[in-house]
């Protein structure tokens, strides 16, 4: 079992910048792919980026891709998100997810087994 736990959200202004953090508890998040997803009011939930397990295989959605970046410290059972050049389209829940690892980042929320509890992030213009 994993126990994921996300921080780092809140309020940003346009053009600025967060990171969030997901720390998991339970068996080591060394052993998982993980993947930032958000939900926007009204919208279905979105892949927004996924690491493997070893750190190496990265994907990003295209909404964000350039402005955000995802890093894993197996170290720390954490992974980030480094969230740059925001936009007020960036609003959301934001929620990390792990999944036993695959070869390559899957896009598909079904697919992995193990989600926080989602943390808000809102940008005003």
């Known amino acids: 079992q994993v126990h994921l736990v996300e921080s780092g959200g809140g309020l940003a202004q346009a053009g600025g910048s967060l990171r969030l953090s997901c720390a998991a508890s339970?068996?080591?998040?060394?052993?998982?792919?993980v993947a930032w997803f958000r939900q926007a009011p009204g919208k279905e939930r979105e892949f927004v980026a996924g690491?493997?397990?070893?750190?190496?295989?990265?994907v990003y959605g295209e909404t964000v891709k350039g402005r955000f970046t995802i890093s894993r410290d197996n170290a720390k059972n954490t992974v980030y998100l480094q969230m740059n050049s925001l936009e007020v389209a960036d609003t959301a829940v934001y929620y990390c997810a792990a999944r036993q690892g695959g070869t390559v980042v899957s896009r598909a929320q079904y697919e992995y087994n193990y989600w926080g509890q989602g943390i808000q992030v809102t940008v005003s213009s």
């Open positions: 690491v493997t397990r070893s750190g190496i295989g990265i």
């Open positions: 339970g068996r080591t998040s060394g052993w998982y792919d």
